[in-house]
C-alpha cells in the first residue's frame, strides 16, 4: 500500500541531517532537467506573473534555477517544511527502519520532479503542479508530465509491501496529476473534519494539511499495509466515524471545546 502526498512550499536547507541515510536520486531526472531549462530561461519578473509571488521570491526562484548545477540537495522528506511534514514529524519520530519503510511506501508528487520517493535529493525550488508553464509538451504541468506520474505510481503500487491499494493524502491540485483510469488501482481518499463542541464537522484546511502528514507517518512506523487498518489512526486527537465514512473515504473527526 502507498501513500501520496503534496509538496511544501516552505523548504528547509539549514536544519542539521536527522538520518545518515544515503539519499537517493530522483528517477524522473531528464523531464526535470527540461524544466529547469524552462524557468532559467525567464526573467524574474516573468516568474513574477507565471507564479504570482512577490518580486522578492520571485528573484529568489530566478536565482535558484540559474544556479541549479551549484545548489546544496537534500532528501525530500527533510527538506520539505510545510504543515503536512509537521504532522509527520519524520526527523522526531523516524529512525533509520522508518526511513527504510517510507522509501517503499510514501511518494511525493511534485511539479519538478514529478514522484519523489522520501529519501530522494532535491534542490531547493518552487514550482507548484497548477503552474500554467507552457513547454514542448503542452499548456501547463499537468500535460507536461501526461501520464508520467500514474505510470510511476501504478509501478510503485505494485511493488509496496501489502494491499495494491494507493492512499491519496495529497491535495486536490497535485492528485490531479494522477490518472485514476490509467492507474488502474483502488484509490482510498481519508478526510479529516474538525468540529467545536457539538457543531458539525467541517474540512479545515490546515488542519487538514497536518493530519494527511500525521497519517503518513503513522503508516510508516505502525506497518500499515491493508486499507482495513486505516481506521485505526488516532493521531492529532481524531477519531474513525463510521457513519461519516465510505468505503474509499474514511473519515476522520477531531472535537475542540466549544
Not at 41 to 59: F, H, N, W, Y
Not at 149 to 176: C, H, K, M
Amino acid at each position: 500500500m502507498l501513500a501520496v502526498l503534496s509538496p511544501a512550499k516552505s523548504l528547509d536547507f539549514d536544519s542539521p541531517p536527522a538520518t545518515s541515510k544515503e539519499a537517493t536520486r530522483p528517477r524522473m531526472p531528464g523531464r526535470t532537467a527540461e524544466l529547469v531549462g524552462v524557468m532559467a530561461g525567464k526573467t524574474p519578473d516573468e516568474i513574477r506573473r507565471l507564479m504570482r509571488v512577490s518580486p522578492a521570491l520571485a528573484r529568489l526562484n530566478a536565482d535558484r534555477y540559474a544556479g541549479w548545477d551549484d545548489a546544496e540537495a537534500r532528501p525530500a522528506i527533510l527538506a520539505f517544511d510545510g504543515d503536512v511534514y509537521r504532522g509527520m514529524d519524520a526527523p522526531a519520530t523516524f529512525d533509520t527502519r522508518d526511513y527504510t519503510r517510507a522509501q517503499k511506501t510514501v511518494r511525493i508528487l511534485s511539479g519538478l520532479y514529478g514522484v519523489l520517493r522520501p529519501m530522494d535529493a532535491i534542490r531547493p525550488y518552487r514550482l507548484e503542479m497548477g503552474t500554467a508553464l507552457a513547454t514542448g509538451r503542452g499548456d501547463d504541468l499537468y500535460a507536461f508530465w501526461g501520464d508520467a506520474i500514474t505510470d510511476a505510481l501504478r509501478a510503485d503500487v505494485d511493488e509496496s509491501p501489502g494491499a495494491d491499494v494507493l492512499v491519496n493524502l495529497a491535495s486536490r491540485e497535485y492528485f490531479a496529476a494522477v490518472r485514476p483510469d490509467v492507474l488502474g488501482r483502488r484509490v482510498v481518499a481519508p478526510v479529516f473534519l474538525d468540529a467545536k463542541g457539538d457543531g458539525e464537522p467541517r474540512i479545515v484546511a490546515f488542519h487538514a494539511k497536518r493530519a494527511r502528514g500525521a497519517m503518513a507517518g503513522w503508516m510508516v512506523r505502525e506497518r500499515v499495509d491493508r486499507p482495513s487498518h486505516l481506521p485505526g489512526f488516532d493521531g492529532l486527537g481524531y477519531a474513525h466515524d463510521p457513519e461519516r465514512s465510505a468505503p474509499d473515504a474514511p473519515a476522520f473527526v477531531r472535537r475542540h471545546p466549544g
